[in-house]
């Protein structure tokens, strides 16, 4: 693989929550996942990150998520379609206001946290977000889960797609992120991460956490922002692809 994307979740951060160094971050990503408000984050935080973002020739993406602002977005909701698309269209036309207002515009949609790993097996609430993100603007490309369901369901709608790979995150051996509950889900050590990232960009295969090879398609790696030593684990990640000849370059275009 020539060229990948790095990206991070942020913009969620607010006086009683911080959890991530947004601008650390976005000195070393090529793409921004920037919070829509249901998830975490509030206006003026949001802003923030999405000017830094502009500033730093970053290109940004929408990061909707269920309205569960108290779990951070982290546990599923039971919710009718015409009610998640609706929720995920006002999410998409706040982020595409807030982010034309610093000068920047929104090229991509990333959903978050529990609606991510829904919408990767779930297809009917699948259908609600790609039909939510047509709606609002259609020229967006869709970033999710590698092997992900909503990915077969937005390119049939008509949706260009981008297939995301996890740095900090343990994979079953079907290619589903290990659920957040369990013992070793969430990765921490900087060397071990870049390494494994390495190994996806130059093989496509990522170990997972039964300890065999899981086969991923991808063309962005992320690291969450609000994860352990995230900013050291980004850089070494970038450091490492780098001096071994891959390109970090955004996905979408700004």
Do not use: W
């Not at 900013?231 to 979408?252: D, K, N, Q, Y």
């Amino acid at each position: 693989m020539a060229s990948i994307d790095l990206n991070s979740d942020l913009g969620e951060n607010v006086p009683d929550r911080i959890v991530s160094d947004d601008e650390s971050m976005l000195a070393i990503v090529t793409s921004a996942n920037v919070s829509c408000g249901f998830h975490a984050g509030n206006p003026e935080g949001i802003r923030r990150t999405l000017a830094a973002a502009v500033a730093h020739g970053v290109t940004i993406g929408a990061h909707p998520g269920y309205r569960d602002y108290e779990n951070f977005g982290r546990t599923k909701v039971v919710i009718d379609s015409a009610t998640l698309q609706a929720h995920v269209e006002y999410q998409l036309g706040a982020l595409a206001g807030l982010t034309k207002a610093v000068g920047g515009t929104v090229a991509y949609v990333k959903p978050h946290g529990a609606l991510y790993n829904t919408i990767a097996r779930d297809e009917r609430q699948a259908k609600d977000v790609v039909a939510a993100i047509r709606a609002v603007d259609p020229s967006l490309v869709l970033l999710g889960l590698a092997g992900g369901v909503v990915l077969e369901v937005a390119e049939r709608a008509g949706l260009a797609v981008a297939a995301e790979a996890f740095a900090d995150r343990a994979y079953l051996p079907d290619g589903q992120l290990v659920s957040r509950t369990e013992e070793g889900s969430v990765l921490h050590d900087a060397s071990a991460v870049a390494e494994r990232m390495l190994r996806l960009a130059e093989s496509g295969v990522i170990r997972a956490i039964d300890g065999t090879d899981v086969h991923v398609e991808a063309q962005s790696i992320c690291v969450h922002g609000d994860s352990e030593g995230s900013i050291a684990m980004a850089a070494e990640t970038r450091r490492l692809l780098e001096a071994s000849g891959v390109t970090i370059a955004p996905f979408a275009g700004a």
